[in-house]
């Protein structure tokens, strides 16, 4: 997981800005045995796994947690980063890791087909430099494909439970409407919000109306965006040639590289 470390402000902090501070120093260092209390399908490929942790610790929107299985046929468990998409505040104690199926993966079909409720899973977590608070300010334009929208629906739930106002505009590059991940949440925060906005698009039905691309993220699309959001902050998650592409892409607009935060989802 990459991402570069964010600048705080010297404003003066709440106390649930401190613990995010906290969060920020001092993760979790030991395994412990969450238990999985709800899982929600996404997508036909995507689930969310609801984790009671023993020993919770709040973090920072956009932060992650280490998750290991065993294995049949290796020696040790095998570990893999989730990102958290549920909101610190005002609860840490029940976090919400998506989990993306991978075709072959080790961990991820485990954790999607095989893991019901009542499971328990060994996490390790929170760890991420690649986080947002209010501290840091807006217009945020954030740019997702696939279950690169997880971290960012960490920061858009966070900043409805704050009563937060920074606008967001999120651009959302996934395969038709069937595969739109918190597609039903977005909508509903979307209308019940003034400052977010959401635009689809996608990469394999060409015509469907609810989507305003229908093709990759490419400059074109991103300056569009840049002129309709005027962004102090950028953040890019996805796969890491889309990834690179809005970085080069983001700088040629007139975005400078300080200003532009990225996670690369292998």
């Not at 501070?21 to 045995?33: C, G, N, S, V």
């Not at 984790?51 to 998750?67: D, E, H, R, V």
């Amino acid at each position: 997981m990459l991402g570069v470390e964010n600048q705080l402000t010297n404003s003066e902090p709440d106390s649930n800005t401190l613990q995010l501070r906290l969060a920020r120093k001092t993760p979790i260092k030991e395994w412990q045995l969450a238990d999985v209390v709800d899982v929600i399908v996404e997508t036909p490929e995507t689930s969310t796994l609801r984790l009671a942790l023993p020993n919770p610790s709040s973090f920072i929107p956009g932060q992650y947690y280490n998750i290991r299985i065993p294995v049949e046929g290796r020696p040790r468990p095998i570990q893999r980063a989730y990102s958290i998409g549920s909101s610190p505040y005002p609860d840490f104690g029940i976090i919400e890791v998506g989990v993306k199926e991978m075709v072959g993966g080790l961990v991820s079909p485990v954790l999607v087909r095989d893991t019901p409720v009542g499971s328990k899973l060994e996490v390790r977590g929170p760890y991420g430099a690649f986080n947002w608070t209010e501290e840091m300010g807006g217009p945020l334009l954030l740019v997702a494909a696939g279950s690169g929208v997880v971290p960012f629906m960490s920061m858009i739930r966070y900043a409805k439970a704050k009563n937060l106002t920074q606008p967001m505009h999120l651009l959302f590059s996934s395969k038709s409407k069937e595969y739109v991940i918190y597609g039903d949440e977005l909508n509903k925060l979307q209308e019940e919000t003034g400052w977010l906005k959401v635009t689809h698009t996608y990469t394999r039905d060409p015509k469907d109306p609810t989507a305003r691309f229908h093709r990759r993220i490419d400059k074109e699309m991103l300056q569009d965006l840049l002129e309709e959001t005027s962004p102090k902050l950028g953040y890019l998650c996805g796969p890491p040639e889309m990834v690179e592409l809005c970085e080069v892409a983001l700088r040629e607009l007139g975005m400078e590289p300080g200003s532009v935060f990225s996670e690369k989802y292998d």
